[in-house]
Antibody, heavy 119, light 107 residues
């Protein structure tokens, strides 16, 4: 059974940093693309970043480029999102997401981790 | 960036009736369109990909269609568990983008 378990969310001041982690299990970890998708309170979904396999290319939304960094640790089966220079409009539930079947879609989602940027 | 526009924002339909949700892309996306269902407090669930292919385990009452840059999700006979928010998403080019969602509520 595929499981994605996020951790690391919380309250941070504007300009601060936070690191989200996603522990994955139940599939061959380094085979498939993993992503982060966020949802601001009461809003729609926004695709934030992807780590593409097997090329190990990284992709970022324009809104986070230069501030966020996605990485993957194969030994611990973890995908992380390092978020720097956080702004109020980064406040959202961040979902860890996995694509297995169709490139560009998401088959499995984590439960979400709330990040609140506020002074 | 491709802009996805969903309509209506809210749709009120009675159980057993048919629901039709729309999604328009700002440019051609070559059928690379997915639909997701999201219930309160839950993560989204993939329903449709390739504009019209149902994901594994999705009931046959859900169907997708396309006409150019216009996409439609139809739920043929609404069940109580179908009332939720529906998101469309294009994956033709990066950044993958979502519509703002349509809330399907019980009339």
């Amino acid at each position: 059974e595929v499981q994605l378990l996020e951790s690391g969310g919380g309250l941070v001041q504007p300009g601060g940093s936070l690191r989200l982690s996603c522990a994955a299990s139940g599939f061959t970890f380094n085979t498939y693309a993993m992503s982060w998708v966020r949802q601001a309170p009461g809003k729609g979904l926004e695709w934030v970043s992807s780590f593409v396999s097997p090329t190990e290319n990284t992709l970022y939304a324009n809104s986070v480029k230069g501030r966020f960094t996605i990485s993957r640790d194969t030994s611990s089966k973890t995908v992380s999102l390092q978020m720097n220079s956080l702004r109020a409009d980064d406040t959202a539930v961040y979902y860890c997401a996995l694509r297995i079947h169709v490139v560009g879609t998401i088959d499995y989602w984590g439960q979400g981790s709330l990040v609140t940027v506020s002074s | 960036e491709i802009v996805m526009t969903q309509s209506p924002a809210t749709l009120s339909v009675s159980p057993g009736e048919r629901a039709t949700l729309s999604c328009r892309a700002s440019q051609s996306i070559s059928s690379r369109l997915a639909w997701y269902q999201q219930k309160p407090g839950q993560a989204p669930r993939l329903l449709i990909y390739g504009a019209s292919t149902r994901a594994t385990g999705v009931p046959a009452r859900f169907s997708g269609s396309e006409s150019g840059t216009e996409f439609t999700l139809t739920i043929s006979s609404l069940q109580s568990e179908d009332f939720a928010v529906y998101h469309c998403q294009q994956y033709n080019e990066w950044p993958n983008t979502f519509g703002q969602g349509t809330k399907l509520e019980m009339k």
